[in-house]
């Protein structure tokens, strides 16, 4: 019996290392979210390839189609593809949300400038009418 789990994980040591890494990587992000240092609307794209993540790492004939679809002949090179593009996804979805908070920033920057000028202005006219 132990002869045979031994072998097992030394025949399938990428699996059993891709499954044992998307499972971490997976309930690290959940606890990321249940802490709150990572809000829901963010973690979904995480949690969407942790998913793929296990589920390629689990069933090694779905990697394998994934493998042979895109061409590629060692199946673990395909889930080392994948993680990139996930990776490359999440960048852009961050590009996304910096961007928009820049703007935002630009706005505010305008906006308090805009309230500091027209403050001196009333505080001038107060002094001038005292």
Do not use: C, H
């Not at 679809?69 to 960048?91: E, H």
Request: hydrophobic letters at 60%; proline letters at 2%; aromatic letters at 10%.
């Amino acid at each position: 019996m132990l002869n045979s789990t031994i072998d097992f994980l030394v025949t399938n040591r990428i699996q059993v290392f891709s499954i044992i890494g998307s499972l971490l990587l997976f309930l690290f992000i959940l606890k990321l979210v249940k802490r709150k240092k990572l809000k829901e609307e963010y973690s979904l794209l995480w949690l969407g390839f942790g998913f793929i993540f296990i589920a390629l790492s689990i069933f090694k004939p779905l990697l394998e189609i994934v493998a042979n679809t895109l061409g590629i002949l060692y199946a673990p090179a395909a889930l080392l593809l994948i993680l990139v593009l996930s990776v490359f996804f999440i960048l852009i979805q961050f590009s996304v949300v910096i961007s928009k908070l820049a703007e935002g920033n630009k706005n505010l920057i305008q906006e308090v400038g805009i309230l500091k000028a027209e403050l001196k202005k009333l505080q001038l006219r107060v002094k001038e009418k005292e």
